[in-house]
């Protein structure tokens, strides 16, 4: 195997047209995101709602309550790049606005998985119980993380190698 970078994904691209290409392909990612962060947000604020929920106990209360407000910003920071957009629209910026969204990207997908965590420890608990709720969401827990960072990191550090 040779220790140069495949050609085939070498781009011939002004630097102009990748920061576009580059904050293009975030937003796209970020609609994925925003999308299950506002349905599990919804979600949450229906609970408040019901009937049973008078009666879950002070842990799980402030399980949904630390739940809602990872949901919460996870949602600022999906929809953050999309207001920053508009302030520096004009202003020949984009490279820090790719810089930022990345940021808000990463930082939002750790609220979100420790929201949805949250549902599920919640959820878990209250049909079958604390136990079966814990190991539940420390398996989730270790997917997310496998998933979402060793996975990906693993593939960089390759990629860097060859």
Known sequence: MSSQPPERYARDESEAHRLDRNYS???QELRV???GVQVLFAFLLSIAFQQRFDSITWIQRDVYIATLVCAAIAAALFIAPVAVHRVLFGLHRKD???AFT??????GLVFLALAMLGALLLVVDLVVGPIAAAIATSGTGVLFVFLWYVLPMRTRERTRRR
Request: a negative charge; charged letters at 20%.
């Open 102 to 107: 990345g940021r808000m990207a990463v930082t």
């Open 33 to 35: 995101a925003q999308t």
């Open 96 to 98: 820090e606005l790719v």
């Open 25 to 27: 392909e975030l937003l």
